[in-house]
Structures are given as C-alpha cells and as structure tokens.
C-alpha cells in the first residue's frame, strides 16, 4: 500500500478542520471567522481530497462498509471498527484516523438535531477485585435493555506481563448480557497499560455511540491510578465497594472517593446486609467531608443486590437524576469539553515518549548509560538529561 505524501499530523488537521466545517458551514461568514482562517480552511479541504484521492481502492471500500455499517448499528462493523483503531499497525492507523473523524462529524449532526445535548451518557464503574462489577453490569444492562436502551460495555481485562494476553473473562460472566441483541460487549487486553484505560478505550466509546448506543459503560480493573483516567472520559464515575471488606475507608484513596459521583455498596443480601448497611452509612458521612466537584450534585450512596436485582433501578435512577442536573445546569457538556483538553495532552505524552524512545541519538547512548546508572557510577537523574540533551542537539 503506497503511504501518503503529507505529513500524517497535517493529514488529520484537514481531516478535522473539514468535518467541522461540513457540520458548521457558516463558520466562514465574514462576521465570525476572518479571511485567513477561511483561507486556511480551504486549504485544508483541497488538502483532505488529495488524501481521499490516496487511499487504494480496497481501503476506500473498507472504510465505506464499515462507517455505512456501524452508523446503521451493526455490531459486527462495530466490532471491527474498535479492532481498527486498537491496532498498532501505522498505514491501519492512519485509517482508523479517517474513519474516526467521520463518526465525530456524524455524531455532531446528531447533538445538532438534538439541540446540542448529546445523545449518550458515559458512565464509568471502578471497585476493587472481587466488588462484584461484571454481575452487576450485567443486570443493569438487561434492566436498561428491556426498557429499549441500547448499551455497549468496554470491558477491560488485566493483560499477562509476559505474553500481553488477556482471559477476557468479563464476557464470560456476563453470559445472558453478551446474548442481547440490543447490547455490545467488548472485551480489552491492558497490553501494559496501567488501568487498561488508553487512547483506543477513548475512541472506543466514539465509535459506540456512533453506532447507536445511547448508554456506554466503562469498566476499569481496579481501584488505582487508572480511575483518574476513566474519570477524564466518562460523564459520571461509579465507585462499586463491597461489604465486609475490612477497614474500607483506609482501604481507598481519598482522592478515588472525591471524584466519585455514585458509590454503590454491592452484594448486599443474606448475612450481608447488615455490613453493608453500615457501610453505607460510612460513606454516607465520609462523603459530607469530602470537598464537591459539582455544583449541582451532591454524591449519593446506595445499596444493591445483584443476585436479587434489589436497587437496580434506584441505582439508575439515581444516574438518571444525575444526568438531567449536569445537563440542565451545563455542567456535563462543559465537562465533556475539558475532557478532550485532557486526552489531547495525554496523547501528547504518549507520542513525544514513543519518538523520544526511538529517536536514533537516545538509543544509541540509552545502552551505555543504563549500565552506568546500573553500576552506581552516574545518577538517574544525570542519565535523563545526557539523553534529554542529545535527543535535543540530534533534532535541531
């Protein structure tokens, strides 16, 4: 396949300036926009239709059937579509880049028939092992299913160091959940990544709701540094926390709790409803403390049941509630906005890191000094900036 003559950085700005520009075609009006930047608009335009021009015939017919097919809600374009951009291949990524941009343009005409408010609700579920979230997912799920919501999980599974393999056994448990038509399991390997939550996990969730799905979960391994990062891409945060587990409240970082919206004291039936009672009191009165991050919401605690389905609608409830006020009061479209900030300048760290690491000064002299750091002979801290000035002096 012949690989494109600009810049891919260049190549996707086109890509982005021109699907906005089709969703906004005033933006070039005199009043709004000054003559250079339509300039560089159009510019953008003639630059996106060479690179239309570019791709082979079979990339064109690929990216046709799988946008046609996942805009019309077929799960297995869907699928397909999230094994694109989770590969690591470069000429498949740039692909999934393009196909990308076209779900974005076609959700935003979505939100602008619905009045600019988006059309799904992300919510995000975190807990410590064994806190119950696969059942859980999975009778809330069937609930929201058979009330005519289309729901699609990303599921994410604790990768071997080793051999970056995954048991995927999320949807193993969620058997009766994986068989409704009206749902969409997806199944991900952490491949290394702490928390599993990455940029595919992000663009993910785009091509879910591209493909219909008005309710998206993300579910995190555990409870750790990763639910900083679930917390930065979903519209409300879920803290599922079983009962009986110890001294809870040590047991979790106060951070984690601050920034969530709901926490959800699970299993709670049988011997274990008197635990969980006084858990939820703890966290009743734990949560009273904590310093808000709304306005307009106060963090609720609730109990549930999954083998009883005992709360689950209270639990949605409750999520409903939360949606409309974050709505009304704009607090969630503000919140989505600054998200796109965050995973910017994520994805930023990432890249700078990847062509640092493989920039040919560093690692020609990354060898050596990784000895000499070994050995005790030079600090870390002067190693990093040995490789930081020859990365520099290599690059201008």
Not at 228 to 250: K, T, W
Not at 299 to 323: C, D, F, L, T
Request: proline residues 5%; positive net charge.
């Amino acid at each position: 396949m012949r690989h494109l003559c600009l810049p891919f950085f260049r190549r996707i700005t086109a890509i982005s300036l021109l699907h906005r520009s089709l969703i906004s075609c005033n933006l070039c009006h005199p009043e709004t926009v000054s003559n250079h930047i339509c300039k560089q608009w159009r510019a953008a335009s003639t630059a996106l239709n060479r690179h239309i021009q570019e791709l082979s015939g079979p990339e064109q017919r690929l990216l046709n059937k799988l946008y046609a097919g996942l805009i019309g809600g077929q799960r297995a374009s869907l699928a397909e579509s999230i094994t694109l951009v989770e590969t690591q291949h470069p000429r498949k990524k740039e692909l999934a880049q393009v196909l990308l941009q076209k779900v974005l343009a076609y959700r935003r005409e979505q939100e602008t028939h619905n009045g600019g408010q988006p059309l799904s609700f992300r919510v995000g579920l975190s807990g410590p092992p064994g806190a119950g979230k696969s059942s859980f997912i999975e009778v809330m799920g069937k609930m929201l299913t058979g009330r005519g919501h289309k729901v699609s999980v990303l599921a994410v599974d604790p990768s071997s160091c080793t051999t970056g393999g995954s048991l995927m056994g999320d949807k193993t448990r969620m058997t009766e959940l994986s068989r409704d038509m009206n749902a969409f399991i997806r199944p991900s390997p952490t491949s290394g990544t702490l928390g599993g939550v990455t940029r595919t996990t992000n663009e993910a969730v785009v091509l879910c709701e591209g493909a219909g799905y008005d309710v998206v979960l993300v579910e995190t391994v555990g409870v750790g540094q990763s639910e900083f990062a679930v917390a930065d891409m979903v519209d409300m945060f879920v803290l599922l926390i079983p009962p009986a587990g110890g001294d809870e409240l040590q047991g979790i970082k106060r951070g984690i709790i601050e920034r969530a919206d709901l926490v959800v004291v699970t299993k709670s039936d049988g011997d274990l409803v008197v635990p969980a009672r006084r858990i939820q009191a703890e966290y009743t009165s734990a949560m009273k403390l904590l310093r808000r991050q709304s306005k307009s919401w106060n963090p609720k605690v609730v109990r549930v049941s999954s083998n009883s389905a005992e709360g689950i609608p209270e639990v949605w409830a409750k999520m409903q509630s939360y949606q409309r006020t974050m709505l009304g009061s704009g607090e969630l479209q503000g919140r989505r906005q600054a998200q796109q900030k965050v995973w910017m300048w994520t994805l930023i760290q990432e890249n700078v890191l990847a062509h640092f690491r493989h920039h040919p000064a560093v690692r020609e002299a990354l060898p050596h000094l990784e000895e000499r750091v070994t050995r005790g002979h030079i600090s870390p801290g002067l190693a990093s900036d040995l490789l930081l000035k020859a990365f520099l002096s290599s690059s201008l």
